[in-house]
């Protein structure tokens, strides 16, 4: 799930909002977290998607991640 995000250019939205790089606009900020947020929708499985489906940023989808244990690369 990293490398999509690296070769996307959004890897930085998993840090979340507030602790991505200063340089970067807030429009830049807000274009990045929905890129990760969709590369990671996009790659998910039925059941792992429905639990992090109400999850509003690629953030707070890996914390979900980490927290439930879930791969966070295809097998």
Do not use: N, Y
Request: charged fraction near 30%; glycine fraction near 2%.
């Amino acid at each position: 799930m990293q490398a999509v995000l690296t070769q996307q250019k959004c890897v930085e939205a998993l840090k979340g909002e507030a602790a991505m790089l200063a340089h970067l606009t807030q429009a830049e900020k807000r274009e990045m977290i929905d890129k990760a947020k969709s590369a990671i929708v996009l790659c998910l499985r039925d059941k792992v998607l429905r639990d992090v489906a109400r999850e509003t940023t690629a953030a707070s989808m890996w914390i979900v991640f980490d927290t439930r244990g879930f791969p966070k690369t295809d097998p």
